[in-house]
């Protein structure tokens, strides 16, 4: 209902985050779960380790028009001396949810050799799990060294044979709240 | 300015609070240590037929119609303009450090559910379709923000500039000190030189009162109403719900040297230890609750000998006050029976999810005082708990180092110790 009564329901068919044109979320039920270890304890009791979580930024922006774009590019700065052109995909928290899911969209298009994934065409918002879901996923991929499938006909989302080693998360809140997260592959 | 183990120093250096007994740290103290309890029968809503009927609901603010996540804003409001302006720190709605809110659950209150109901115009009862028929279409978008959880800190950070995404937090009744927690460890990482902890709680509407009347958590003293909370003693019955909030301005020492602000206290230690043992009960072995309490002198650097005065968690019910003292006496052995313990929620009742933070203000209040508030109401001692609760009349003492104790449903546990001076 609180979603409904913030007018970020999608109406209508079901169609991935990227093309719903009037905007809109799904609901998804969903859990995640990370275990998150310094590299010195792991090593030690030989676990296998997914993925290296590099770092983890966020900010509250005023939401006026343009605000979640221009965040999200202070945010991606602030990864950017890490990145590897080459080898780094986004996995991304949109929703559908608007303007947040369009502003993302314009912040994207910055980046247009950079392979992007919201698994929320797949499963769905589940506001408290989205970002961690989408940090394991990320997580996975750069383990497997490949990404999953693009769920998106609209061009944002594309074939990507290229090995993934790095992967960006984002997270954009449907009201407040911005962030990101780098994950690597463990070298 | 480091402690034993190389870490940055915590001080407080402001602090706001408003309970039942009234807004800000003055008339809080006055009436606390006078003994005086702010528990009075509950007008907000009818009680009839209820077992309980008592609380410490904030009166003299009021919000029409009650909605517990706006009087959750309007109590951390109160305390935070109280807690920055006494710290000096930033410009007026540009805090320079990050803000830890401990805020209550919120949910939609009956008369919000009702005016969707209406909108919806059913013809008979109304269904799920009739809802989202009539939330549909914007008429309610204010509910969308108001009864998101995040809704209280992002207020606080919007008006007083608190810097970062604000981190709203629950840790059932430890709440209030896990915010603080938060605020010392991130000026610890070096992350930041201030932080603003805050915690409230506005939660006495008809649904959470009877929510925990089913737990056969509260207090069923109704007459006289001052009389329901009574820590410790062998006729304690249950806990009294009641409001308020707390709100600390946290800094490193250097920070508050540098700009030659005045210290309130210091943030000596924090201590947690969770256990899964029981929704609402804690484990009969009491070894989170002791842990929770070793860890936070041992983050202090102190020895259990150090602590010459209790702030208790003490909310009254039969099994809390039996394991805080099991928990105590295993930790501080025979002295036990010395230090000095009391408890607030004698006078303030229990403030839930800001308790943490408004016992810590009393806590560091007593050290600034050099006096102890009461455990009133303490009128049949319970011989199973042999402990100093500063039975109803307030003590002057010398106090050096208090732990103030916070013992959450589902096994939340934090402990914090503070005192005067920095070491």
């Known amino acids: ?187 | 300015m480091a402690d034993t183990t190389d870490r940055p120093i915590i001080v407080v250096t402001g602090m706001g609070v408003v309970t039942s007994l009234g807004a800000g740290k003055a008339e809080n103290w006055d009436k606390l240590t006078a003994g005086t309890s702010g528990i009075h029968t509950i007008t907000r809503f009818a009680v009839e037929g209820l077992k309980t009927r008592v609380a410490g609901t904030v009166d003299f603010l009021s919000i029409e119609p009650f909605c517990a996540a706006a009087m959750c804003e309007r109590l951390a409001d109160i305390a935070t303009e109280e807690a920055i302006g006494e710290s000096g720190l930033g410009t007026s709605g540009n805090f320079p450090g990050p803000l830890f809110l401990a805020v209550a659950p919120i949910e939609m209150e009956w008369h919000q559910r009702q005016q969707v109901a209406a909108a919806a115009g059913a013809n008979g009862a109304v269904s799920y379709d009739d809802l989202i028929r009539a939330g549909t279409g914007g008429q309610f978008r204010s509910y969308f923000e108001r009864l998101a959880f995040g809704s209280v800190a992002e207020h606080l950070a919007a008006r007083f500039g608190t810097k970062g995404s604000p981190i709203s937090l629950s840790t059932a009744c430890a709440s209030g000190a896990t915010a603080i927690q938060l605020g010392v460890e991130a000026i610890r990482r070096g992350e930041t030189e201030a932080a603003l902890c805050a915690a409230t709680d506005s939660s006495v509407n008809q649904e959470s009162l009877i929510r925990f009347s089913l737990l056969s958590a509260l207090s069923t003293h109704n007459d006289p109403p001052e009389g329901a909370s009574k820590p410790f003693s062998k006729n304690r019955d249950g806990f009294v719900m009641a409001e308020g909030a707390g709100a600390l301005v946290l800094e490193s020492l250097d920070s508050a040297k540098a700009r030659g602000a005045r210290i309130l206290g210091v943030i000596e230690g924090c201590g947690e230890m969770v256990d899964s043992f029981h929704r609402t009960r804690s484990s009969p072995d009491g070894k989170p609750i002791i842990g929770s309490i070793r860890n936070a002198i041992e983050d202090a650097g102190l020895t259990p000998d150090d602590i010459d005065y209790i702030n208790a968690h003490g909310t009254s019910t039969p099994e809390n006050d039996k394991m805080e003292y099991l928990g105590l006496s295993a930790v501080l052995g025979e002295r036990v029976k010395t230090v000095p313990i009391s408890s607030n929620k004698s006078m303030i009742g229990h403030t839930i999810s800001a308790a943490g933070a408004v016992e810590a203000i009393f806590s560091l209040l007593t050290l600034e005082h050099q006096r102890i508030p009461p455990t009133i109401n303490y009128q049949v001692p319970d011989p199973a708990i042999p402990l100093d609760v500063v039975p109803n009349v307030a003590r002057d003492a010398r106090v050096t180092h208090v732990i103030s104790n916070s013992f959450g449903f589902g096994g939340q546990n934090v402990s914090l110790v503070m005192a005067r001076e920095p070491a």
Request: aromatic content about 8%; cysteine-free; hydrophobic content about 45%.
């Open chain 1, 1 to 187: 209902m609180r979603y409904v009564f913030g007018g970020h329901m999608l109406a209508g068919e079901f169609r991935p985050v990227w093309e719903r044109h009037a905007g809109g979320a799904v609901l998804g039920s969903f859990g995640a779960f990370l275990v998150i270890e310094a590299s010195d304890t792991a090593r030690e009791r030989a676990a296998r380790p997914f993925a290296r979580l590099t770092t983890v930024v966020s900010d509250r922006s005023q939401r006026k028009a343009g605000d979640v774009t221009a965040q999200l590019r202070r945010l991606w700065d602030q990864l950017a001396p890490r990145l590897d052109p080459a080898h780094v995909a986004v996995i991304s928290g949109a929703t559908g949810v608007e303007p947040a899911t369009s502003e993302e969209r314009a912040f994207l298009a910055d980046h247009p050799d950079v392979a992007v994934r919201a698994p929320a065409s797949y499963f769905g918002l589940g506001p408290e799990p989205q970002f961690l879901m989408n940090v394991a996923i990320a997580a996975l991929a750069v383990s497997h060294g490949r990404l999953f499938p693009p769920a998106d006909q609209s061009g944002v989302e594309r074939p990507a044979e290229d090995a993934v080693t790095q992967a960006v998360v984002t997270s954009v809140g449907q009201w407040r709240g911005e962030g990101m997260a780098l994950v690597e592959a463990v070298g």
